[in-house]
């Protein structure tokens, strides 16, 4: 995911750059990685083999606690409760990872309209304004 995040800043800065017959350089590598990636975060959340899927793993584990058992390597029901609980937290983070991915994948899907609207580079950056006095004081 973070190789996917930075192939998509790369892409925007082809595009930024007017390098727009370069950008399949990165633009491949990124679509693949995402693809792969989401892929595996919605199998990791809605696999229904308790050894893959964190939900399914979850309500393994819940329904063990129902009729008292206890599963794998977990010596009590603390233990067992705990792997629901860690469970939960993973689904709640792939989701959480998935929904960043998928903003910086539309942030930079709008960045590259803006680029490719404008006839000029539009990587330039903000003009130098030098510091007062005062706010150089107020630094240090």
Request: net charge positive.
């Amino acid at each position: 995911m973070l190789a996917g995040i930075a192939l998509m800043l790369c892409t925007v800065v082809l595009f930024k750059l007017k390098r727009d017959r370069y950008a399949w350089v990165t633009t491949v590598p990124a679509a693949w990685l995402l693809i792969c990636t989401t892929y595996a975060g919605f199998i990791k959340i809605f696999d229904a083999n308790p050894a893959i899927g964190f939900v399914a793993q979850a309500r393994k584990y819940q329904q063990a606690i129902a009729d008292g058992q206890l599963l794998g390597t977990a010596k009590s029901m603390a233990q067992m409760q705990q792997v629901v609980v860690n469970s939960y937290v993973n689904t709640a983070l792939t989701v959480l990872f998935l929904f960043v991915v998928f903003s910086v994948l539309v942030y930079a899907v709008r960045a590259i309209a803006v680029a490719r609207r404008s006839s000029e580079r539009t990587d330039r950056e903000t003009p130098f304004v030098a510091l007062g006095d005062e706010q150089v004081k107020a630094w240090l």
